[in-house]
């Protein structure tokens, strides 16, 4: 095991443009969602968590967001670290708008034109799991630094509006149209936002937060649900991989994106896992759920809130029969468990340690 | 430097008749995965096949990567999306992540499988050698332009 500092990180999300406005808005109660309306027979509104900034086109506002947050995260440019960008939805939303040299086809022209924003100098991967995209873009930026080829990576998540994504979350019936309820007893499904987060690795160094390890399960049976095997593997692996016990972990940072099933399963599976339950805490009413930026995206708001003293507040009453509650204000932490679930079977989740 | 080694690998051109091959494999036709999944499951079980493997140990890492991936599904998807939803078959199809699953159900694999998006062969097998544990790799390349490709490798540890 070899934990990696956590020397920089980022965020823009439905709270804001920066991680202390984010904190900010999340301490002043939060950013209501905004809706979008879908076409169709299984369309009409949903609500729907945008980052309130505007661009000239899907490119422009891109860059922007992505040079902004890698900004703050302390990446430099000519960086010849590993830069890994983590998404589902790549630049589907400029294709739709007929934005000029958008184009399927060819995935390296969406991650050469990141890396060409951020002017990196170092290799560049692009993770695309789904929405496990950035936790395993973190998984695979440890293994790099431990493989001690490059001393510095950053994971850039990346999902932003298009209506691609969200039509195919409401063609497979799984958003809500009322509102995310993590656990809740009224839950009804995902509400999608959008997020762009960085969080920035070394290999060495002093840092309030140093990623210990993490684990990832793909399993089959199931193409767009969570399996209770699966996450009990995920849990396993990610505690052997950081070198921990469960009795160590002080808070896990679920999934929990309102999903009548998935939610099942996971409050099973903690329970299967941990005995007693650490508190949990979901962002998802919060920002919504980011898919493919989803994992670094609440990473990043979960360690400034923390540090900050501010918590989100549950929209909703949790499930009695799920056996689980939410933290009502932050515990305190020394290690914590932040998990994220996808499409394609993808179970995922790291370890995060207080120094 | 890794110390895994190449023990099986599937690197020519598809055949001719690489689907009727693909449906012997699987013992019937696979149905609504799309040509791309098709054309992973393919080379994937042939380069099992040629190590004489038919599962993937947990603790081995899955790693794919292709340059235009699901870009048939997307435009199939967009176009529905003009109108109406796209059709949930359409819509999971333009995810990657979608033949990892089909490669872990097909592979008895509860493990960590990844899509590299872009990436080159060498590439992804360069970041699968920094994460696989005792079980080695399963590496491939699949893409469907100019008559497809679907390259694998299987790699074990030397010891």
């Given amino acids: 095991m070899n934990a990696a500092p956590i020397v920089g990180r980022g965020l823009a999300c439905a709270l804001g443009l920066d991680a202390a406005e984010c904190v900010a808005t999340l301490r002043a109660g939060g950013r209501p969602a905004g809706s979008r309306r879908l076409p169709g027979g299984l369309g009409g509104e949903f609500p729907y968590f945008a980052i309130p900034f505007e661009g000239r086109d899907w490119y422009e506002r891109a860059r922007a967001l992505a040079t902004r947050v890698a900004a703050e995260a302390g990446a430099q440019p000519r960086c010849r670290g590993a830069l890994f960008v983590a998404t589902s939805s790549f630049d589907v939303g400029a294709v739709e708008a007929g934005v000029k040299g958008a184009a399927v086809g060819d995935y390296r022209r969406f991650v050469d034109a990141v890396a060409g924003w951020l002017d990196w100098a170092g290799p560049v991967y692009a993770v695309s799991t789904a929405c496990t995209s950035s936790l395993n873009a973190l998984i695979a930026a440890q293994a790099v630094l431990r493989a001690g080829s490059v001393d510095e990576a950053l994971v850039l998540g990346i999902e932003l509006e298009n209506r691609l994504t969200m039509g195919g979350f409401a063609a497979l019936q799984l958003l809500s149209r009322t509102g995310s309820k993590p656990f809740g007893a009224h839950r009804d499904g995902l509400v999608l936002g959008e997020s762009v987060a960085a969080i920035r690795l070394a290999a060495h160094g002093d840092s309030a937060w140093r990623l210990l390890g993490g684990a990832n399960v793909v399993d089959g049976a199931n193409p767009t649900g969570a399996s209770e095997s699966a996450l009990n593997a995920m849990f396993a692996r990610t505690l052997a991989a950081s070198g921990l016990g469960a009795d160590q972990i002080d808070l896990v940072k679920v999934q929990a994106a309102g999903s009548p099933g998935n939610d099942l399963a996971e409050a099973r599976a903690l329970r299967a896992a941990f005995e007693p339950v650490p508190p949990l805490v979901s962002l998802k009413a919060t920002i919504g759920h980011t898919m493919g930026a989803s994992g670094a995206a609440e990473i990043a708001l979960l360690t400034a809130c923390l540090e900050n003293g501010a918590w989100p507040v549950a929209a909703d009453a949790v499930d009695p029969e799920l056996g689980v509650a939410l933290a009502v204000k932050p515990p305190a932490v020394r290690r914590l468990l932040a998990t994220i679930l996808g499409f394609g079977g993808s179970h995922a989740a790291v370890a995060l340690e207080r120094t | ?159």
């Fill in chain 2, 1 to 159: 430097m890794s110390d895994l080694i190449i023990t099986g690998r599937c690197v020519e051109p598809p055949a001719a008749d690489w689907r009727a091959r693909l449906a012997q494999m699987l013992g019937e036709k696979p149905r609504r995965i799309g040509a791309w999944a098709e054309l992973g499951l393919y080379g994937a079980l042939r380069c099992m096949a040629d190590d004489g493997e038919a599962t993937l140990p947990r603790d081995a890492v899955l790693m794919l990567a292709s340059r235009g991936g699901t870009h048939v599904a997307t435009r199939a998807a967009l176009d529905q999306m003009r109108d109406d939803l796209p059709m949930p078959v359409a819509f999971l199809q333009t995810q990657p992540s979608q033949l990892l699953a089909l490669l872990a159900a097909r592979l008895d694999f509860p493990g960590n499988a990844c899509f590299l998006a872009g990436a080159s062969l060498a590439e992804a097998r360069a970041l699968a050698e920094a994460q696989a544990g005792a079980g080695g790799a399963l590496v491939g390349w699949v893409d469907d332009a100019d008559g497809g490709a679907t390259e694998w490798l299987r790699m074990r540890r030397s010891d």
